[in-house]
Antibody, heavy 123, light 107 residues
């Protein structure tokens, strides 16, 4: 059973960099049918897709965050990471790491989610 | 980016009711549409992928339909554990985009 677990600081100061990691257990991050990603949810609001990374390093980011986001993969640790620079209060949210899985020719779905971690941006 | 318009934003229903939630895409997304259920304090859970495919372990009272730009999630007989928020997600192209969500409350 695949499991994803987010880790990182729960409080970040404005203008600083938010850094989170996601540890994958029960499966390999180097799976050719898996894409890894981050989704966030501001308190009381809906879900926002941040981006996706493939184990080979290909990345896809939401255009609204692209200038501030970097994702990376560490296959030796079976982990992937998110960095979001120049944060403001608007970046306060629960951050989920996810797996997007290819189940067939051209068919994908996000099937595994971490439990989520609340990151608050405040001085 | 493809816009996903989900309706209604909230609804009140009773146990046993048939519930329908819709999502409209701003352009055609083939069958690349999934539905997620989220309960307070929990991560979203995949219910349906590729419009109408039930994820393993999801009760058969959940079903999905639609094509092109218009999609529907139906709960045939609402159960107490189904009171939650529901989101659609288009997986046709990047950036992936969610509907605004539907909160299903007890009448």
């Amino acid at each position: 059973q695949l499991q994803l677990q987010e880790s990182g600081p729960g409080l970040v100061k404005p203008s600083e960099t938010l850094s989170l990691s996601c540890t994958v257990s029960g499966g390999s991050i180097s799976s050719s049918s898996s894409y890894w990603g981050w989704i966030r949810q501001p308190p009381g609001k809906g879900l926002e897709w941040i981006g996706t990374i493939y184990y080979g390093g290909s990345t896809y980011y939401d255009p609204s965050l692209k200038s501030r986001v970097t994702m990376s993969v560490d296959t030796s640790k079976n982990q992937f990471s998110l960095k979001l620079t120049s944060v403001t209060a608007a970046d306060t949210a629960v951050y989920y790491c996810t797996r997007r899985h290819r189940v067939g020719s051209g068919i994908y779905h996000i099937d595994y989610w971490g439990q989520g971690t609340l990151v608050t941006v405040s001085s | 980016a493809i816009q996903m318009t989900q309706s209604p934003s909230s609804l009140s229903a009773s146990v046993g009711d048939r519930v329908t939630i819709t999502c409209r895409a701003s352009q055609g997304i083939r069958n690349d549409l999934g539905w997620y259920q989220q309960k307070p304090g929990e991560a979203p859970k995949l219910l349906i992928y590729a419009v109408s495919n039930l994820q393993r372990g999801v009760p058969s009272r959940f079903s999905g339909s639609g094509s092109g730009t218009d999609f529907t999630l139906t709960i045939s007989s609402l159960q107490p554990e189904d009171f939650a928020s529901y989101y659609c997600l288009q997986d046709f192209n990047y950036p992936l985009t969610f509907g605004g969500g539907t909160k299903v409350e007890i009448k």
